[in-house]
């Protein structure tokens, strides 16, 4: 590849292929784009805005202020009037609150997505991208290549993160950070990089100034993304709102899936429907496929095979107005405060399918 085509700017046309894998999109699709005021953050704002508006729809920033320095204010204010010059809404979030005194990056992190998740929910947007590059993916397989981390970890950050709000997209996870600053300076437009990201005491920061192993500069599992759309559309297919919150799964056509896409649906089900951070043990995992598809319970039915995981109760009943038996999840009594949601994986982008699309109160 040439030197040219490493640092040429990311145009419109460029960002419209790098969008095409998270398809296909709502009409008049809305996306959230999370800003730091970088050079990074910035580029991704200004090509989801032009994105966005080409199919009809919107773009907004969400600013997230850690009030981790006395300047972080006025460079929270700053990014959002310089977005405003390039014809971009955006909304500081805060964090508010004592801040710990170790773990703090980490806790910056959860905070984070913590405000821009919820920012997302309030709005009834379904994609929040976020702007992770392929330098970036380079630092964390490093990262967790030193923690010897297992195949997930080191297959490095996934390009579409399924939550119950929102999906979390990272579309330039396969652009170098100087394609990026090509962008902006294409465009004459200025940034504000973050000092933290210099700061030595931070891991990622260090690694930054040492440099990162050749043994780390690889490409990420691109099946990874393909597994996660497979199970979303997977979702769509099988899926079913009811008026009470709960769902309900055909254990037929779930049975007809291959185990690794039932593996990954079940998974994203119970953490949407139980309000789960974490995917179930894999042990835990594998006998409730064995239930749901009966391997374990043949010769029971109904309540007798009822059972729960990870914060999701499992019912199998009869349909109603039918004899077919269908698998009712419904959150446990008192989780998530009583609020139950339908995951934004399981979005029908054909408006006229979405029978099972949350709508936000």
């Keep these: 590849m040439s030197h ?28 959230a784009v999370a800003v730091s005021g970088g050079r990074d953050s910035l580029s991704l704002a200004v090509l989801a805005k032009e994105w966005a508006a080409d199919r009809g729809g919107r773009a907004i920033a969400l600013i997230v202020d850690h009030g981790l320095r006395v300047e972080a204010a006025e460079e929270a204010r700053a990014t959002a009037r310089l977005l405003a010059r ?16 170790t773990g703090l990056q980490e806790a910056a992190r959860e905070a984070r997505y913590r405000l821009l998740r919820q920012a997302c929910r309030e709005r009834g947007i379904l994609h929040l991208l976020v702007a992770h590059h392929a330098d970036d993916q380079d630092e964390t397989i490093a990262m967790r290549a030193a923690r010897a981390s297992g195949p997930d970890g080191l297959a490095g950050m996934a390009a579409l993160v399924e939550w119950a709000e929102v999906r979390l997209l990272r579309p330039l996870l396969a652009v170098r950070r100087a394609r990026l600053t090509a962008t902006l300076a294409a465009r004459g437009i200025a940034w504000i990089d973050d000092p933290s990201n210099a700061d030595p005491r931070f891991e990622r920061a260090r690694l930054r100034l040492a440099g990162v192993p050749d043994s780390a500069r690889r490409v990420a599992d691109p ?77 029971k039915s109904g309540r007798e095979r009822d059972f729960t995981l990870s914060g999701c109760q499992f019912a199998l009943r009869q ?19 009583g609020q139950p949601l339908i995951p934004a994986a399981f979005f029908a982008c054909d408006p006229a399918a979405a029978t099972h699309l949350w709508t936000w109160p």
């Design 4 to 31: 040219h085509a490493i640092t040429a700017p990311v145009d419109g046309a460029a960002f419209a292929r790098l969008m095409a894998p998270f398809g296909p999109f709502e009409t008049n699709p809305d996306l």
């Design 319 to 337: 349909a109603a107005g039918s004899r077919r038996l269908v698998w009712i999840v419904r959150a446990e009594s008192g989780r998530k405060g």
């Design 86 to 101: 390039q014809g971009l809404d955006s909304v500081v979030l805060c964090w508010d609150g004592p801040k710990p005194v």
């Design 223 to 299: 099946m990874r993304t393909d597994r996660e759309v497979a199970a979303a559309k997977a979702g769509v297919a099988l899926i079913e709102a009811r008026d009470d919150g709960a769902v309900t799964l055909d254990p037929d056509e779930f049975g007809r899936l291959s185990i690794g896409l039932r593996q990954r649906l079940l998974s994203h089900l119970v953490r949407s429907i139980g309000g789960g951070r974490h995917p179930p043990r894999r042990e835990r995992l594998d006998r409730a496929l064995g239930r749901l598809s009966g391997s374990l319970e043949r010769g």
